[in-house]
């Protein structure tokens, strides 16, 4: 028997605690380019306790509903943020920390053109794309030693294609 997530709307005041939304909400920084291009600047705060950022691509399969979320993971040494090369929703998961172990976790749906960037040590789910190709850029820590901490739930949960708005 699983427990059921209800998914919520992602916004950067209910994503807060765990990390950063990443869009083009509201009017651009400054205006580049001969004012062809708006820039948003500095939307996420990268942190890494040390090694370098990196970008990388990951390519993961699309999901259908219900999903079964069964395992989350965090990165003690360093922030990730999750960049979609597309304009497709994706699942996000995350979890406040309890003690070293995960709480119960939220599931948001982005919308179209959102990306996040997980704070350093935050509980999150596995990339949970929703179309194919699931094509995203990363932006993570590289460098030496392992950077990465799993917890499999013992009752795993079940992700509903249901919005929750919130109030």
């Avoid at 497709?88 to 172990?101: C, M």
């Avoid at 789910?125 to 590289?142: E, N, Q, S, W, Y």
Wanted: proline letters at 10%; hydrophobic letters at 40%.
């Amino acid at each position: 028997m699983s427990k059921v997530l209800t998914l919520t709307p992602l916004t950067a005041e209910a994503f807060a605690p765990f990390g950063d939304v990443l869009d083009v909400s509201g009017p651009p920084d400054k205006m580049i380019n001969a004012g062809l291009c708006g820039r948003y600047h500095d939307r996420a705060c990268l942190d890494f306790s040390d090694g370098k950022a990196g970008i990388s691509l990951f390519q993961g399969e699309a999901r259908q509903f219900p999903i079964v979320l069964d395992l989350v993971e965090r990165h003690p040494d360093g922030s990730q943020a999750f960049l979609p090369m597309g304009s497709d929703p994706f699942v996000v998961v995350v979890a406040p920390d309890e003690g070293g172990k995960p709480g119960v976790p939220q599931a948001f749906l982005t919308a179209p053109g959102q990306g996040v960037n997980y704070h350093k040590g935050t509980w999150h789910g596995v990339l949970t794309p929703l179309h194919a190709p699931g094509l995203f850029a990363v932006v993570d820590r590289i460098g030496d030693g392992p950077n990465l901490e799993e917890h499999h739930f013992d009752t795993p949960f079940t992700i509903e294609n249901e919005i929750k708005h919130q109030r």
